[in-house]
């Protein structure tokens, strides 16, 4: 599966963006698919998964209750809903798939080529 993120921006903090991450082919249903961010000198990092079927999310400590994770399998896309931005989320966010993860966290196979997010104070 190809993925390809889009939606990044300069936005001042406590805006919204959404992220989208469109995926070729016609399996999309078969791929738990996950959003991870990498900031500037730090290590890539979890944001948020949601389940094939969209049945079950998960989210980072840091963005539960300001993302949303969610997804349209008819539409091949998943996407990011970015609440009360702050500065701290400002990072380059990446889409990922797997179809054999045990772990919505981790195990991804498939990675998008990644939207840069700035949150200006």
């Known amino acids: 599966v190809q993925l390809q993120a889009s939606g990044g921006g300069l936005v001042q903090a406590g805006g919204s963006l959404r992220l989208s991450c469109a995926a070729s082919?016609?399996?999309?249903?078969?791929?738990?698919m996950g959003w991870f961010r990498q900031a500037p000198g730090k290590e890539r990092e979890f944001v948020s998964a949601?389940?094939?079927?969209?049945?079950?999310?998960d989210y980072a400590v840091s963005v539960r209750g300001r993302f949303t994770i969610s997804r349209d399998n008819a539409k091949n896309t998943v996407y990011l809903q970015m609440n009360s931005l702050k500065p701290e989320d400002t990072a380059v966010y990446y889409c990922?798939?797997?179809?054999?993860?045990?772990?919505?966290?981790?195990?991804?196979?498939?990675w998008g080529q990644g939207t840069q997010v700035t949150v200006s104070s």
């Open positions: 082919g016609r399996t999309f249903s078969s791929y738990d």
């Open positions: 990922a798939a797997t179809r054999s993860s045990p772990s919505l966290r981790r195990g991804y196979n498939y």
């Open positions: 949601i389940t094939r079927s969209g049945g079950s999310t």
